[in-house]
């Protein structure tokens, strides 16, 4: 695959095995999603420089959950599972394919509207509900290669609460379905070109297990009642 040549490659850091792949799971994706009318650039020469500034250990991993995920929103497809929508049957076939378990009565709570995501026991996202990405304007090659910290802002005392709750959460100290009490708050792209917002609203929280009874991370629902952009158009 090449390079697109409005992409700016620092010479001397092009790999020429995980370069490659990583930009082709980034246009495979874009163009999964433009299917159900969402706009996701691929790849661009912030998310490019990003990856190629990381160990080969990292972008080794970065391409291993793009792979899961691709590979996820294909089965899907075929299972004829919908993907816009309602997303709690997309949600357990996702979690259930990576071998991770929810409480039994999560999603008799989880409400049809509500977006979904889903993170390992490092806090890295491994799930979103599809139509988020209507409230990014981030580019596939960014959203995988920079944390959640890094792409989006959100006032820091709420930031704190939701950094003990995942602790807590993930220790053991809540366990259940939990509904936190989080504020609702604003959350906002930090250097994209659009800085889009979303006001959001937490509804639900719990724990994931491994089959083997470990651990495997936790699952956030919210609803977003606003959003909007802080570039005039």
């Known amino acids: 695959m090449e390079i697109n040549m409005s992409i700016k490659v620092p010479k001397g850091r092009v790999s020429t095995e995980t370069l490659p792949i990583f930009l082709n799971y980034c246009v495979?994706?874009?163009?999964?999603?433009?299917?159900?009318?969402i706009q996701?650039?691929?790849?661009?020469?912030?998310?490019?420089?990003?990856?190629?500034?990381?160990?080969?250990?990292k972008q080794?991993?970065?391409?291993?959950?793009?792979?899961?995920?691709?590979t996820q929103l294909m089965e899907a497809s075929a299972s004829k599972i919908d993907l816009i929508g309602d997303n709690r049957k997309y949600a357990w076939?996702?979690?259930?394919?990576?071998?991770?378990?929810?409480?039994?009565?999560?999603?008799?709570?989880?409400?049809?509207?509500?977006?979904i995501e889903v993170y390992d026991a490092a806090s890295i996202q491994i799930f979103r509900s599809l139509e988020l990405y209507r409230y990014m304007s981030?580019?596939?090659?960014?959203?995988?290669?920079?944390?959640?910290?890094?792409?989006?802002?959100?006032?820091s005392f709420?930031?704190?609460?939701?950094?003990?709750?995942v602790s807590q959460i993930l220790s053991g100290e809540i366990s259940g379905v939990y509904t936190p009490n989080f504020p609702v708050h604003y959350a906002e792209e930090i250097f994209s070109n659009k800085k889009i917002w979303i006001k959001m609203?937490?509804?639900?929280?719990?724990?994931?297990?491994?089959?083997?009874?470990s651990v495997g991370g936790f699952l956030h629902t919210f609803k977003i009642p606003e959003h909007g952009s802080l570039v005039k158009t």
């Open 28 to 37: 495979e994706l874009s163009n999964m999603v433009s299917a159900y009318n």
């Open 40 to 57: 996701i650039e691929s790849y661009n020469t912030i998310g490019v420089e990003k990856f190629l500034s990381l160990s080969l250990e």
């Open 60 to 70: 080794l991993e970065i391409l291993t959950v793009m792979k899961t995920y691709s």
């Open 93 to 115: 076939f996702s979690m259930r394919s990576m071998g991770l378990l929810p409480p039994d009565d999560l999603f008799d709570k989880i409400d049809e509207k509500d977006m």
């Open 138 to 155: 981030y580019s596939f090659s960014e959203i995988f290669c920079f944390t959640w910290m890094d792409l989006f802002t959100r006032d």
């Open 158 to 165: 709420v930031f704190k609460r939701i950094s003990e709750t």
């Open 201 to 213: 609203q937490s509804a639900l929280m719990c724990r994931l297990y491994r089959i083997d009874g």
